[in-house]
């Protein structure tokens, strides 16, 4: 069974930085891209960030280009998504996913999502 685990959320101050970890696990982790979305409050869900398989390809939304950084180690079946300099548009519940493939996808194809954790900022 795939379990896909979020965790790092909380409540900062604008222009604070957070760290958010997916730990996944029943799948064979390096066979797929992990993706990092997240939805608002009365908003859809959507894309800001993604990484293939081995790291050598990575999307950012461009609303969280130059702030935020995405990240895996395949030993681990883990994912990161450090974000900096917060702002308070960037509040939402944050959910990871995972896509089987080579590719990057920067939609909500993905096979396997996490629960979500939430990211609050106030300013």
């Known amino acids: 069974q795939v379990h896909l685990a979020e965790s790092g959320g909380g409540s900062v101050q604008a222009g604070e930085s957070l760290r958010l970890s997916c730990t996944a696990s029943?799948?064979?982790?390096?066979?797929?891209?992990v993706g990092w979305f997240r939805q608002a409050p009365g908003k859809e869900r959507e894309f800001v960030a993604a990484i293939n398989w081995n790291g050598s390809k990575i999307v950012y939304a461009d609303s969280v280009k130059g702030r935020f950084t995405i990240s895996r180690d395949n030993d681990k079946n883990m994912g990161w998504l450090q974000m900096n300099v917060l702002k308070s548009e960037d509040t939402a519940v944050y959910y990871c996913?995972?896509?089987?493939?080579?590719?990057?996808?920067?939609?909500?194809?993905?096979?396997?999502w996490g629960q979500g954790t939430q990211v609050t900022v106030s300013s």
């Open positions: 029943g799948l064979t982790f390096d066979s797929y891209a």
């Open positions: 996913a995972a896509d089987h493939g080579p590719g990057v996808p920067a939609n909500d194809i993905y096979d396997y």
